[in-house]
């Protein structure tokens, strides 16, 4: 069993950053594929950026690349989501997920049923 927590979610005026962060348990951390996904109101939950297990690729959004940095502590066992030049379409909840046996990760990352396990989310509001 996996738990994922995140924090770090708030109100930001657009042009500002924030910084998510996603704490896990599991013994094999150190195996999962991370991503974190966004859902907007009435939008369905869509992909923000991915990261490896050894942290070596990492994967974006066009919607955010440039503009979000993925990362991983395998020691701490926390995956983080720096966001900087917030604009009010990154308005969502974020949330952070697992997939703990990653196969083909490169053609999967995006993929919602690729991971097993989620977050309860953390809300980010980008005011104009």
């Known amino acids: 069993q996996v738990q994922l927590v995140e924090s770090g979610g708030g109100l930001v005026q657009a042009g500002g950053s924030l910084r998510l962060s996603c704490a896990a348990s599991g013994r094999t951390f150190d195996r999962y594929a991370m991503g974190w996904f966004r859902q907007a109101p009435g939008n369905e939950r869509e992909f923000v950026a991915a990261?490896?297990?050894?942290?070596?690729?990492?994967y974006y959004a066009e919607s955010v690349k440039g503009r979000f940095t993925i990362s991983r502590d395998n020691v701490k066992k926390t995956v983080s989501l720096q966001m900087s030049s917030l604009k009010p379409e990154d308005t969502a909840v974020y949330y952070c997920?697992?997939?703990?046996?990653?196969?083909?990760?490169?053609?999967?990352?995006?993929?919602?049923?690729?991971?097993?396990?989620w977050g309860q989310g953390t809300q980010v509001t980008v005011s104009s």
């Open positions: 990261i490896t297990w050894t942290g070596l690729s990492t």
């Open positions: 997920a697992a997939d703990t046996s990653p196969t083909a990760y490169s053609r999967t990352y995006s993929l919602l049923g690729a991971y097993d396990y």
